[in-house]
């Protein structure tokens, strides 16, 4: 083939693979590697983009530790993802959200007592970031003052927390939030009934038992789960109390063996 014609047949394929290629590097190369976007951490993906106990040849990264509930975080995040274009190139600006992480918060709780909370990871050290939180303070903590960081907030990096860390650190959030859940449950349903029973007496005053059983359906029609979890409870309560008492009150049964003893002993005497 002619050189032209050849270039001519190659030219879409060559597009193709540079397309390809690009869409490649997009997908699978750790976003805002080149500090221009903030990244997102999780348990998953920590210590494998940070590499921040096995070298740190991931780069310079600056860490915020937050929560989804937590107002200076939200106060925070513009500037935060400004960091991150002004320390393009020289430090990659990343975030973690504590709630949904907690190994790795875990494995930092000894820096994260409060949020947000900013870690430095360079130099294979952690520098603990304490200054007002604007971003001329923050970039040049990231760049240059990290140095004069005061001794108590410079530290070696965590090791990786092992399987069975992980894991525990989730199932205590997972009990933690179960006994949130439960609690906030208990305060509303505590409410829902000094409601409903003061509604109950009121309507007794003025309707005898009837008004007072007529507002007990209603406050039953109103609050089916509420009501019917209480009476299995009771019910289940009542059952158990009765077979304690069963239990309690029943006679010794002697074992086969002591009886069997007992009668070849009895046999002994009448002979």
């Not at 530290?155 to 439960?182: C, K, N, Q, W, Y």
């Not at 299995?232 to 002697?254: D, N, Q, R, S």
């Amino acid at each position: 083939l002619a050189p032209a014609h050849a270039q001519a047949i190659m030219a879409p394929h060559s597009r193709l693979l540079i397309s390809l290629f690009a869409v490649a590097v997009a997908l699978f190369a750790p976003r805002g590697a080149a500090g221009s976007e903030v990244v997102q951490l999780t348990d998953a993906n920590f210590e494998h983009h940070t590499q921040a106990a096995t070298g740190q040849t991931a780069g310079v990264w600056f860490v915020k530790f937050y929560a989804p509930w937590c107002g200076h975080c939200k106060s925070l995040e513009p500037d935060w993802a400004s960091l991150a274009d002004q320390l393009e190139g020289k430090v990659i600006v990343a975030r973690l959200e504590s709630t949904s992480n907690p190994a790795t918060t875990d494995r930092f709780n000894k820096y994260v007592k409060s949020f947000p909370t900013l870690l430095l990871f360079r130099d294979q050290k952690l520098y603990k970031f304490s200054g007002a939180r604007t971003i001329e303070a923050m970039a040049a903590f990231a760049t240059e003052s990290y140095a004069a960081a005061a001794a108590s907030a410079i530290d070696e990096v965590p090791e990786e927390p092992t399987f069975f860390a992980r894991h525990f650190s989730v199932v205590t959030r997972e009990l933690a939030l179960g006994i949130m859940a439960a609690h906030d449950g208990a305060e509303a349903w505590m409410k829902i009934m000094t409601k409903d029973v003061a509604g109950c007496v009121a309507a007794w005053k003025e309707g005898g038992v009837g008004g007072a059983t007529g507002k007990a359906k209603e406050a039953m029609s109103a609050a089916p789960k509420l009501y019917g979890a209480l009476l299995i409870g009771f019910a289940l309560t009542g059952i158990g109390c009765l077979m304690a008492v069963a239990v309690i009150t029943a006679p010794a049964v002697k074992s086969l063996k002591k009886e069997r003893e007992e009668r070849q002993q009895e046999g002994k005497k009448h002979d």
